[in-house]
C-alpha cells in the first residue's frame, strides 16, 4: 500500500518562499505520475504541478515561473519550490502519485500554505 506525507506547509509573507516536501513509500516511482494539487477554501481541488518519470513537467498557468516541482529518487520525495508566493496560493497542497498504467491513485493528507502579511 502506498502512503504519501507532506510538509513543509505554514504561514509566508507575500513575496516569500517555501518548500513542500512528500515523503513517498510503496511506490516504484517510473510506474507512476507524481505531482502537486491544491483547494483553496470554498473553491475546487486544482492541479499545480506534475512530473513524469522521464522528468518531464507540467505546470498551472498560474504558477509557471515560480513554482518548481522536483523529485529525489534516493530520498523517495517529490518537492514542490514556490517562489514570490502570492496570497491567492493560499490553500491546502496535496501530494497526488497516479499509476500510468492502472490508474491508481494515492493522495497524501495535505499541507497547509498560507500566504499573509
Known amino acids: 500500500q502506498a502512503q504519501l506525507v507532506e510538509s513543509g506547509g505554514g504561514l509566508v509573507q507575500p513575496g516569500g518562499s517555501l518548500r513542500l516536501s512528500c515523503a513517498y513509500s510503496?511506490?516504484?516511482?517510473?510506474?507512476?505520475?507524481m505531482g502537486w494539487y491544491r483547494q483553496a477554501p470554498g473553491k475546487q481541488r486544482e492541479l499545480v504541478a506534475t512530473?513524469?518519470?522521464?522528468?518531464?513537467?507540467d505546470y498551472a498557468d498560474s504558477v509557471k515561473g515560480r513554482f518548481t516541482i522536483s523529485r529525489d529518487n534516493t530520498k523517495n520525495t517529490l518537492y514542490l519550490q514556490m517562489n514570490s508566493l502570492k496570497a491567492e496560493d493560499t490553500a491546502d497542497y496535496y501530494c497526488?502519485?497516479?499509476?500510468?498504467?492502472?490508474?491508481?491513485?494515492?493522495w497524501g493528507q495535505g499541507t497547509q500554505v498560507t500566504v499573509s502579511s
Open positions: 512530473i513524469h518519470s522521464a522528468g518531464s513537467t
Open positions: 510503496g511506490i516504484t516511482f517510473p510506474l507512476y505520475i
Open positions: 497526488q502519485a497516479i499509476h500510468s498504467v492502472s490508474r491508481r491513485t494515492y
